[in-house]
């Protein structure tokens, strides 16, 4: 194995919210490795504090939010010389002017409400490269069509003219990620990028990612509570519950050996097309409020495998191989030997042989 | 097999939008819902499919076709009999839960408004009791009965979408992308109680989504729709098994796999029907076997079947 270049790197992030009925700590301690190349997926349902995390990132939290601890590391190139930064550290408007755009680029969940309805698509792929780069508009121009190429968008010169509401929600997400592409950041992160798409056209855009991702050599971060998703595209796999990450490690680790409770839960709760048993496995209760601190492991109510003491005490990460660790108790030495439901372990093993074949 | 609950018989919705220019949303589509049963309608967005739920439950009028609910014609004008049975049999369930919920109405009062413009309660003890058991139906407690919307989670608004359609006891629901807009975990509990309910209850559904692999669990018959034509229907195994049309086997084909290794190298199907040169308005209806039907011209017919047979020869769909 090659020496990873490593790019970006989340310590302890602990963010919480001060909202009217109180704090709520929406972020516990995360970290997270990103290195060049390479494509990470954070997993969660809606408010395990996914998009949250990557908002601290891009240094686009919202003006309530507070950071109470943490540091995100950061290494980009300028003029040849590497520069090492804590985006936590930076103000707004330095990150605007040196990060935003020029070295970690974002692609939103909604692209109607992400691009401006009175700019053309044109001048808002140019706009960054004005800005950000100070080269021509005639030469920026001719790299923006280029870029509605690479993208995949028939007709480029005619669509640069384009409103956004003229194109189909497919090809205003290709719009989208050529303006985050714009000024050759080293960073993509793609917050849900299919969300609000179809189906055949959300494969149609994982391949298109995917692809841009191999030619321009960029390291990608994707959100996302769609596991099919996080198989496609991911190299490593991040699973998030109630601002922790509860497993980590590589995408085969996560999805042939899970060993987190939640883990299980997504896995079964995922529609499977080869079986023909007609009920759904589904995970009990639903996500805890954050506002209201809770001992212990946040997990447990809706865990059936709860220990005594997921109700007194945090679990740690349990390492299992040097890249694969999960938060729960069930992994400490002293723990009772809990496998993962039957069902599950069929689908495993189906899928193991699947990918053998 | 009993009659139809559902007949809808050569629906056309258009919408016009000036002189020049007419939307054609719904174009003669034909399909048949049994009591108890489960039609999953499926299509990518702008194909259609809501617009059928919404004709068919008389939000819209239909520009041309027949609809009989229950043996009663409610296409064209209603006569008081058939507006009634239509509007107390048949009941919805909306996308968003958040949206379709009044805001500023107690949970309570949202659930039985169906009741309260029908009269279908003697007195208010009748109705409070009604009501708590309608909750417990669908896994909330009577104490919710006097809480608002936002005082809710996702799953539990759509929840409170259900109770409000079930309460009414209709006989047939339709549910138009229903569990699109909630989480992975939460789309699997709502799914199974609306399973439970069908079983316990024998109402029928229409179940509207763009998602073949939900539409798998939840149906027992599938019509795959696109501009406006069904292109192909049947039974849900027929569907799977040997799907007929290029645009199932696109949908099928997009539908990502949790499995990392068979997933990486995967590439989906692309259908365009201009490329394959499909017209949809020549094409008749074929009849494959038993109840799996497939839109398609004489010509286009015998090539799918054709593929069709070299596929299953191959073991699946070749992708």
Redesign the interface.
Known sequence: MQSRELILSIRGLDISFQTSAGDVHAIRGVDLDLYKGETVAIVGESGSGKSVSMKAVMGILDKNSKVNSGSILFTYQEHGVSKTVDILKMDRRSIRHTINGQHIAMVFQDPMTSLDPTMTVGNQIIEGMLLHEGIRKKDAWERAISLLSVVGIPDPEKRMKNYPHQLSGGMRQRVVIAIALACDPDVLICDEPTTALDVTIQAKILELIKSVQETLKISVIYITHDLGVVAKVADYVNVMYAGNIVERGLINEVFYDPRHPYTWGLLSAMPDLDTNDDRLYAIPGSPPNLMHERQGDAFAPRNIYALNIDDRLMPPMFKITDTHSAATWLLHENAPKVQMPEELRARIERMKKEAGK | MSAPLLKVDNLKQYFRINRHFTVKAVDGVSFEIFPGETYGLVG??GSGKSTIGRSVIRLYDPTQGKITFDGLDVSGKMDSEAEKHLRIGMQMIFQDPMACLNPRKKVSDIIAQGMDIHHLYANLKERNEKISEILEQVGLAPEHATRYPHQF????RQRVGIARALIMRPKLIIADECISAL???????V??LM?DIQQRTGCAYLFIA?????V??ISDRIGVLHMGHLVETGTKQEI?QNPMHPYTQ???????????????S???M??DYREYGVDYTLGTEHLVDGTHRVLATDDEFERWKKQAQANAEYGGIQV
Do not use: T, W
């Open positions: 990518e967005s989670s996702g799953g539990q989480d992975v975990s939460i789309q699997a509990q799914v199974n399973k763009h998602d073949l692999s939900m798998k669990y799977f696109s949908l099928l084909s997009a539908i990502p796999h949790p499995n990392p290794v068979v997933e990486k995967r590439k989906a692309n259908y």
